[in-house]
């Protein structure tokens, strides 16, 4: 039988909800796609009340708030820039019904091994706004334990370029077993990043740096394939995920 929280609160107040998340014991519920899946044991603090659920477009950047929706976001994305590859990244990221419940700081917060938002906010250079410190995606997922301080917003340049994303899965609607993120900013090298190869998303950046100096994408996509840390699992095997990740940069590249 799953266990119910021991104590819920819903703060009006950011500080309040700070001073709430700072009792042992205690976690922050956004959407609930995480939480409420798994037995609670301790206290719970819903963020819904904190207006954190503002999406604006200022000085070249996207700010979302963490509580903001996958759904909301999808809809209230702005033309041009990255929308597409944003947009195609929530889809893919569960059915109608999870994206009309998560959240966009519990998907960065859950850290997924295979989420392709997560790999499309990467080559965005992305980054997260907390209450103490700001900081770049690419560090918060390169991090081993998961901070436990709370995301408030993520940050996304708003700039013009070229998005594609290809991936490998048993079926259209399942999740990556590997996936390859490409964003070819305006007058910028390409950025790159997989989901499959690692605990969790991560740039390919000796890959990058090989486009970035004129080299073929064939070496690129060699790089991509020995970037691969991930020891396979019954989805597909090491050898697998590896070769699958130069199938794929190279198709991205295209």
């Known amino acids: 039988m799953s266990k119910r929280p021991t104590n819920y609160s819903r703060p009006k107040t950011l500080a309040e909800a700070l001073r709430l998340l700072a009792q042992p014991d205690t976690v922050p519920l956004g959407g609930g796609t995480k939480l409420l899946a798994g037995d609670v ?18 000085d070249g950047e996207l700010r ?3 509580t903001t929706t996958l759904a909301d976001l999808a809809a209230a994305l702005p033309a041009g820039g990255p929308a597409d590859l944003l947009r195609k990244a929530i889809h893919q990221a569960g059915p109608n019904t999870y994206r009309h419940a998560a959240t966009v700081g519990g998907t960065i917060a859950s850290r997924l091994a295979d989420s392709e938002l997560l790999a499309a906010l990467l080559v965005l250079n992305a980054s997260l706004r907390m209450p103490e410190d700001a900081v770049w995606l690419a560090d918060y997922l390169a991090i081993e334990e998961r901070p436990s301080t709370l995301i408030t917003a993520v940050v996304i340049p708003w700039e013009n370029g070229q998005g594609r994303s290809e991936r490998t899965a048993r079926t259209p609607a399942d999740t990556p077993i590997v996936s390859i993120t490409c964003w070819q900013p305006e007058n910028a090298s390409v950025r790159l990043a997989a989901t499959g190869l690692g605990k969790r998303p991560f ?34 095997d090491a050898d697998y995920r590896a070769k699958m990740a130069a199938v794929l940069t190279k198709r991205v590249c295209a």
């Open 41 to 58: 044991t301790g206290a719970v603090v819903d963020l819904q009340e904190l207006g954190l659920n503002q999406i604006d477009l200022a």
């Open 203 to 236: 740039r390919l950046t000796n890959a990058e740096s090989i486009l970035a100096e004129g080299g073929p994408v064939e070496a690129a996509a060699q790089a991509a394939q020995a970037a691969s840390a991930h020891p396979g699992d019954f989805r597909g």
């Open 64 to 66: 979302v708030g963490a």
